[in-house]
């Protein structure tokens, strides 16, 4: 074991048994905070005041339900020695409100019963929907492409750009535990019941692993990248998995949506180890939405998204950055360790040599300290060379126009589950310059697609039928307009930015909606 991982792994052993030991006293204050007794002289002042009042005075911080809470609403701060449970109600003025403590937050939620469980074959289409944003707890920004999941089961999703999220539990998973992640940052974990029907803003608190820095430079970041490579059939397992997912592609031309796709799938994801069996595809239910006229002389599609999503899983279909054929090509430094859930990751950073002259990677991969597991790549085709690729990424119709890339970024996670790891979430951001001969401005557009993972299953996966799969290597199909978050069901499926549901929203065509290709 280096120096590195035993003080990373004496670290966490201190602070499981640091827990462990303040347990009982953890939770006697947990349950005791909301009796304790505190009193205020602040006089009148707004809702939301009140609360960083007596977040400064308790140490403890507030999630809760944005719709429940006027934070302008005036208040009258001034209490004598009165429990924090009869201030809170005070200043709430709704008894239909209940306060839980989980660690160092107050939840405040509106009181719902428990779904009925019913014991017929439909029990499991039975769902209430768990809403909400993720946001940074010092800056308050949103945390993009964060994990939202069930903690002891195999479903959930991320995070759009702007940290929203929406996620359906069946009725006989009320009793589970609603687990957020996001790299850097300390995990939230908050009871599904306490979360059903609420739209919460939960705070993620970023927490630093203080490693001195010359235990950093000691490590040998293509040592870490061997290692994760041949550890790959252990993390990810060596038996095929069924897995939901859903899709969505968009082109903006300027600031103008000019497409807009999206779907539910089912994957044959097939086993990490060797196998001559590539993934499968099928689409369950699609839709798509078409801005483009006869009069729109320029436009483009994007190539292949689907089939793009299978090869970014990079574990899988080994990214050439961590190939033993390919390494060669690049430089490597480990740039920091980070908290992700209960355990550290390496941050190594990585870039192709100045002497290779074909268009490669540069970004950071993130790597379990204890298994070794790839958690997280953040990556781009080298600026500098991208315009090799011109005719790489997209299909367009229109002729007399120059069309190249300037830019092609992409994310791509993982999420454990029982101790084995999945596909989690993928995420290609792409911007093109298009240039008609002979004039002199261009025209900028952006490309986008991701892939969510809202469920998998280990249980009774089959291979699909020849005639069941998509074409995943086509443009994916042509269809829409106007947006009804109400066609997806019970569906799971990644929320619209506020700026893309607007520009759906303004869209004046016809919607179609379609279960095949």
């Known amino acids: 074991m280096s120096s590195l991982n035993g003080y ?51 140490g403890y911080n507030f999630t809760y339900d944005s719709r429940l809470l006027d934070v302008e609403k005036k208040t009258v701060m001034t209490f004598s020695n009165m429990n ?3 201030i809170l109600k005070s200043i709430m003025k709704n008894d239909s409100l209940v306060y839980t403590v989980i660690d160092k937050y107050i939840i405040i939620s509106k009181a719902v019963n428990p779904p009925a469980v019913l014991t017929d074959s439909l029990s499991r289409q039975k769902s209430k929907s768990i809403t909400g944003l993720i946001i940074d707890e010092e ?47 300390i995990r939230r974990d908050i009871p599904v019941k306490q979360a059903y029907g609420n739209y919460f803003t939960i705070s993620m608190k970023r927490e630093f ?40 592609e968009g082109v903006l031309k300027k600031s103008e949506l000019q497409t807009y796709s999206e779907a539910v799938l089912q994957i044959y994801k097939s086993s990490y180890s060797a196998t001559l069996q590539g993934d499968q595809i099928k689409v369950y ?16 599609r994007l190539k292949a998204g689907l089939s793009t999503c299978l090869d970014l899983d990079g574990v899988k279909n080994i990214f050439d950055f961590i190939s033993s054929a390919d390494m060669a090509d ?22 192709q040599h100045e002497n290779v002259d074909l268009p490669l990677y540069k970004g950071t991969i993130y790597i379990n300290t204890t298994d070794y597991a790839i958690l997280n790549v953040e990556f781009e085709i080298n600026p500098a060379l991208i315009h090799k690729m011109k005719d790489t990424f997209v299909s367009t119709a229109s002729h007399g126009f120059h069309t190249w890339p300037v830019s092609v970024r992409y994310t791509v996670s993982y999420r454990k589950v029982n101790d084995r790891y999945f596909l989690n979430h ?92």
């Open 8 to 58: 990373i792994l004496v670290r966490l052993q201190a602070i499981v048994i640091f827990i462990l030991l303040n347990l009982p006293q953890n939770i006697y204050s947990q349950t005791s905070i909301l009796d304790s007794l505190f009193s205020f002289r602040t006089g009148t002042t707004k809702t939301g005041n009140a609360l960083d009042i007596i977040t400064k005075k308790t």
């Open 84 to 86: 924090l449970r009869g």
């Open 139 to 185: 800056t308050k920004e949103p945390l993009p492409f964060a994990t939202i999941g069930l903690k002891n089961k195999r479903k959930g999703t991320v995070t759009n750009y702007t940290g929203e999220f929406g996620l359906n539990i069946p009725s006989d998973f009320y009793s589970d535990t609603l687990s957020v992640s996001f790299l850097g940052y």
């Open 209 to 248: 692993i203080s490693i001195p820095e010359i235990l950093i430079r000691t490590q040998i970041p293509q040592e870490i990248l061997i290692k994760a490579r041949q550890a790959i059939s252990r993390n990810y397992g060596n038996t095929p998995a069924s897995m939901t997912g859903f899709y969505r």
């Open 285 to 300: 239910k699609s839709r798509k939405i078409e801005n483009i006229n006869r009069s729109d002389t320029l436009a483009i």
């Open 330 to 351: 690049y430089s490597y430094r480990i740039t920091d360790i980070v908290t992700f859930d209960e355990d550290a990751a390496y941050a190594i950073e990585f870039e």
């Open 426 to 517: 993928v995420r290609g951001d792409l911007i093109f310059v298009s240039k008609q001969k002979k004039k002199l401005f261009n025209t900028q557009f952006r490309v986008f697609f991701e892939l969510a993972i809202t469920e998998t299953d280990l249980k009774n996966v089959t291979r699909f039928e020849r005639d069941e799969l998509a074409p995943i290597h086509s443009i994916f199909s042509k269809t829409i307009t106007s947006y009804d978050p109400l066609f997806w069901g019970d569906q799971d499926f990644l929320l619209p930015e506020d700026n893309l549901l607007q520009a759906l929203k303004n869209m004046k065509v016809r919607l179609q909606e379609f279960s095949n290709f």
